[in-house]
């Protein structure tokens, strides 16, 4: 079974940064657009952002656009997602996602294979 391990999750204070990491178990991540996403207690799983296979597309929800930044190392066979003026607002479990079928990056979950287990990040003073 294709498995993707989260992890760089953890507390951290307002305007504070974090470094996600998403890894595959067994299988290259190489061929497969990767997108993350976030749910917060009592609200809906939200699109983050996506990066295409190649790393040609990416997208970013309106929440986070200017502050995170998702990019991939093929070689690393590993997608990170660097989060910067971490606001309480962004605490939720955040999931990474693996798409054989996403061409031009989109955050829509349905268009989603394979999900991790989720890591916590949790921004208060």
């Known amino acids: 079974q294709l498995q993707l391990v989260e992890s760089g999750g953890g507390l951290v204070q307002p305007g504070g940064s974090l470094r996600l990491s998403c890894a595959p178990s067994?299988?290259?991540?190489?061929?497969?657009?990767i997108g993350w996403f976030r749910q917060a207690p009592g609200k809906e799983r939200e699109g983050v952002s996506c990066?295409?296979?190649?790393?040609?597309?990416?997208v970013y929800a309106d929440s986070v656009k200017g502050r995170f930044t998702i990019s991939r190392d093929n070689a690393k066979n590993t997608v990170y997602l660097q989060m910067n003026s971490l606001k309480p607002e962004d605490t939720a479990v955040y999931y990474c996602?693996?798409?054989?079928?996403?061409?031009?990056?989109?955050?829509?979950?349905?268009?989603?294979?394979?999900w991790g287990q989720g890591t916590q990040v949790t921004v208060s003073s």
């Open positions: 990066i295409t296979s190649s790393g040609g597309s990416t």
């Open positions: 996602a693996a798409s054989g079928l996403i061409e031009v990056a989109d955050i829509n979950p349905l268009k989603y294979d394979y």
């Open positions: 067994g299988f290259t991540l190489d061929y497969l657009a």
